[in-house]
């Protein structure tokens, strides 16, 4: 997959989109040379104001172009895993977001009261997801895995050792692969044609504004890549 990376890019038509919107109601910060400007949260981009003028200046942006097909059944499966993953983003953003609620929740707890609240989150989740989880085929399966992995930095199976024990880790690992699906394979689109059109799709939809981004998205790095 090419990534074009562009540096503070100036987009002049933005200009005249917040001129006729007139300006927000928004804090006013000041950079590193002493400039005032207000943050856009829509656009991501800082607003100056100069000589009258606004300039807006982009967060640095990622495109990302579709990837090389190399015939027909690429471009297909391509199009399939998007209407795979338009499915289970929503399900992936609700299980990141109990995920980092229950780190949060367990970061100054100890030993038996850490386990103790664990359990007892599991079985909040598990009447709330658990049939969700596993509904879902085999593909959406593999999605959910890969979006839990890049969002997290850890593989679905380090997830369920820290959470629920090595053991058990093991024989998720287990049952995952006999559905094919391997819960300790890492989420790597430089190395994965799966992973490679995952990514693509992910940044595609995320600029477009299919699918809401999760905080900190944009902070994905490959392992040793950092």
Not at 114 to 134: F, V
Not at 153 to 168: A, C, D, Q, R
């Amino acid at each position: 997959m090419i990534f074009y990376k562009l540096h503070y890019l100036f987009l002049i038509c933005f200009g005249l989109i917040l001129n006729a919107q007139g300006k927000p109601n928004a804090e006013i910060l000041v950079d590193e040379y002493g400039k005032e400007y207000y943050y856009d949260n829509v656009l991501k981009a800082k607003v100056y104001e100069i000589d009258g003028e606004r300039i807006v200046i982009m967060d640095e942006l990622y495109l990302a172009s579709k990837p090389k097909f190399n015939n027909q059944l690429d471009r297909n499966y391509y199009f399939f895993l998007n209407k795979k993953l338009t499915h289970v983003y929503p399900l992936f953003l609700t299980a990141l977001e109990q995920y980092r609620s229950l780190q949060a929740d367990i970061q100054d707890m100890k030993g038996g009261e850490k386990r103790k609240h664990i359990r007892e989150k599991q079985k909040e989740l598990a009447s709330q997801y658990e049939t969700k989880l596993r509904d879902l085929t085999t593909s959406e399966g593999q999605i959910f895995a890969k979006l839990m992995n890049r969002s997290t930095g850890k593989t679905v199976y380090e997830l369920i050792k820290e959470l629920k024990g090595g053991f058990n880790a093991f024989l998720w690992n287990v049952k995952g692969n006999v559905a094919d699906i391997d819960l300790k394979k890492e989420y790597n689109p430089h190395k994965y044609r799966d992973d490679e059109y995952l990514e693509s799709l992910l940044i595609s939809n995320w600029q477009q504004g299919y699918l809401k981004p999760y905080a900190g998205y944009e902070k994905f790095t490959i392992k040793g890549k950092e």
